[in-house]
Nanobody
Framework: QVQLVESGGGLVQAGGSLRLSCAASGRTFGNYMGWFRQAPGKEREFVAAINWSGGSTYYADSVKGRFTISRDSAKNTVYLQMNSLKPEDTAVYYC???????????????WGQGTQVTVSS
């Protein structure tokens, strides 16, 4: 099992930036780590993913060009830099590890507790 702890959420005005962190601990994280988000009344949706060893990155169309996922292997930490934030980015953001299916779906074995991001207009 992998333990994941997110941080960095908060309240920001539209056009602002936030950086989320996800600190991972445990035996193995798998090949990919991902960020997802869930707004009230909506399903959890894919935001971004990164290949832990090679560094390849993947993004939802809604965040491409605004968000950047990265990792620090020495710190076992994955980041999500969010720029040009919009009110529709408001959600609880979760990081996930140990994918067992598609990296674009919620088929990950381990999840963090989530961190709230609120973007005001």
């Amino acid at each position: 099992q992998v333990q994941l702890v997110e941080s960095g959420g908060g309240l920001v005005q539209a056009g602002g930036s936030l950086r989320l962190s996800c600190a991972a601990s445990g035996r193995t994280f798998g090949n990919y780590m991902g960020w997802f988000r869930q707004a009230p009344g909506k399903e959890r949706e894919f935001v971004a993913a990164i290949n832990w060893s090679g560094g390849s990155t993947y993004y939802a169309d809604s965040v491409k060009g605004r968000f950047t996922i990265s990792r620090d292997s020495a710190k076992n930490t994955v980041y999500l830099q969010m720029n040009s934030l919009k009110p529709e980015d408001t959600a609880v953001y979760y990081c996930a590890a140990r994918v067992y299916g598609s990296i674009f779906t919620t088929q990950y074995a381990d999840w963090g507790q989530g961190t709230q991001v609120t973007v005001s207009s």
